[in-house]
Every structure is written in structure tokens, then in C-alpha cells.
């Protein structure tokens, strides 16, 4: 760090000299203040590391992610709901704007944005007015993140002794920083854990039939 403040104060100062030399009109050390105050704000506005521009590209881009698991999720956690038999595979049917809309309480504006951004990533296929449906790719990451998000809330609840109707709140805060190597490690952690292609079951009841009354009643 003091290396590249003694570059950076070399630099400012070799660079103001020869402008004052090139400018007449151009004082020394005013001009060195300058430069250096230049290379600052390039600094702070495009550092790699802590940057104004990078850190919003990079914030920006995890409110995408975070949205667009929310909405995979929310989209399985409704097919499991309309699963008439628990013991049968989940099957990919069309899902309602409604029941989504309801699933999250997401507005009109949130749900569209996310809709949209889905649809970009090839994750979501149109099923007819007010319907959409799961694609292929879009059905197998849905599972991934539904799964990874359960493996969480258990380990939280069995290590951390959070209560189950909390622990879904706790788990929406990390769900999305999960890799592979962590996942593996919280299935070794969990010794009845589910088979790698196994989704669990949620620890907390959600109930679908309530969900669908409700959008019943709005309608």
C-alpha cells in the first residue's frame, strides 16, 4: 500500500510538472493537486476491489440472482402444491401470475422485472394468458435452489436452533452464496441427508390450498 501511494505521488507529480512546463500559465503545485486529485476519483469510481462503478455492477447483479432464485423457488414451492400425490415426481405444469404474485406479496412492477429477467435467461416458457411455465433448464435449476435453500433451513434449525418459522427468513440470507463445496459439506453434515437429486421437504407447512382461496377471493 505505501508502494503504490509513493507510485501514485510520483506519478502526480512528474505528470503536474510537465504540464506546469508545457502551460506557462499552469502553477506547479496547483496542477500536481490536481492530477492527483483525478487519479483519486478514478481510483474511487473504477478500483477493481472497492470501486463506486464495480461494486454497483457487482450489487446489481446479485439482485438479479437473488430475484431470480426467489422466483424459481416460489414457482416449485406452487408445483409441489398442486401435486395431488406426494409420492409422485413433481411435475412441471402451468403456474398462475396470481399464485406467484401471492406466494411473495410481490407487486406488479417486482413480479414483471423478475419475469423478465427469467425469461432472458431462457428459465421461463409462455403457457397462455396470465400463465407461465418452468422451461427445462429453468425446472432443473428451480430444484437446485429449492433444494439448497431446504439443506439450509435443516442445518439451521438441527445446529442453530432456529425455530421453523423463522428459519426461512434466515435462510433467504445466505441461500444465495451457497457453492457446491458448501453444499457438499451440509450434506455431510446432515446424516440423513437426501440423495443428491432428492429435493427435502420444507420444514415449515405451506399451505398452497390457503394461497389459491385467497386469490379465489381476490378474483
Known amino acids: ?17 510537465s504540464l506546469s512546463a508545457l502551460f506557462a500559465d499552469f502553477p506547479t503545485g496547483a496542477v500536481i493537486v490536481l492530477v492527483a486529485a483525478a487519479i483519486f476519483l478514478v ?11 464495480p461494486r454497483s455492477w457487482r450489487q446489481a447483479r446479485l ?11 416460489a414457482a416449485y414451492e406452487i408445483l409441489e402444491g398442486q401435486q395431488p400425490d406426494v409420492a409422485e415426481p413433481i411435475r412441471n405444469l402451468p403456474i398462475a401470475l396470481d399464485s406467484l404474485m401471492t406466494h ?21 416458457e409462455e403457457a397462455g394468458p396470465g400463465q407461465v411455465r418452468l422451461s427445462e433448464a429453468g425446472f ?6 429449492t433444494r439448497n435453500h ?7 434449525i438441527r445446529y442453530a436452533d432456529i425455530a421453523p418459522s423463522h428459519v426461512d427468513r ?10 457446491a463445496e458448501v453444499v457438499d459439506q451440509l450434506e455431510s453434515e446432515l446424516q440423513d441427508r437426501p440423495s443428491s ?8 407447512f405451506i399451505d398452497q390450498r390457503a394461497e389459491a382461496q385467497a386469490i379465489h377471493r381476490k378474483a
Request: glycine share 8%.
Open 63 to 73: 439482485r438479479r440472482k437473488v430475484g431470480r432464485q426467489h422466483l424459481l423457488r
Open 104 to 124: 411473495r406479496s410481490w407487486s406488479a412492477q417486482q413480479i414483471n422485472r423478475l419475469l423478465r429477467t427469467a425469461r432472458n435467461e431462457d428459465h421461463l
Open 150 to 156: 431446504r439443506l439450509w433451513e435443516l442445518y439451521l
Open 170 to 179: 434466515d435462510a433467504d440470507l445466505v441461500e444465495h452464496v451457497l457453492d
Open 197 to 204: 437429486l432428492e429435493v427435502p421437504p420444507s420444514p415449515h
Open 1 to 17: 500500500m505505501l508502494a503504490l501511494s509513493a507510485v501514485i505521488g510520483g506519478a502526480s507529480g512528474w505528470i503536474g510538472s
Open 140 to 145: 432443473g435449476e428451480a430444484a437446485r435452489v
Open 43 to 53: 481510483s474511487m469510481l473504477f478500483g477493481p476491489a472497492r470501486g463506486v462503478v
